[in-house]
């Protein structure tokens, strides 16, 4: 992977207070495009999916492949690998508690193309895509 997002316990607590997820969730990973990877107290694990404005439960895949998965095809999806090279080669860089966001949300029709991506503040981009998320669903 080209990037490693570094982030503060502010960002994960941000992401779970905006998800509803449980205070005592313990945050995995946050991947180069903002999607953040928590365990549950249960032992379920979730992906907060902010290319998608879900949450998906990832249990099985994580129990099978790990996190990141050992699975390629797993690993580009849930890492964005094409993505990352493009952006890498184009230059861009990510600061502590940032990262690529769509500024059109590919929910809402947003292209996969690097027009379409830039450097976000990772609790902002959460707040952004949980709002849209939340007036396209009514949820």
Known sequence: ??????????????????????????????????????????????????????ILNVTEEIKEYGLPPVDFALGDEWYHLDAQAALSEAGMTLAANECFGFTKPLFQGGDYSAENIAVMDIPEYHRRIRSLYSNTTNG
């Open 1 to 54: 992977m080209k990037f490693k997002v570094d982030f503060d316990t502010a960002t994960a607590d941000a992401i779970k207070t905006l998800w509803s997820l449980p205070s005592d969730a313990r945050v995995l990973d946050i991947t180069p495009m903002g999607d953040a990877f928590f365990e549950l107290p249960d032992g379920e694990f979730v992906m907060v999916s902010v290319t998608d404005g879900e």
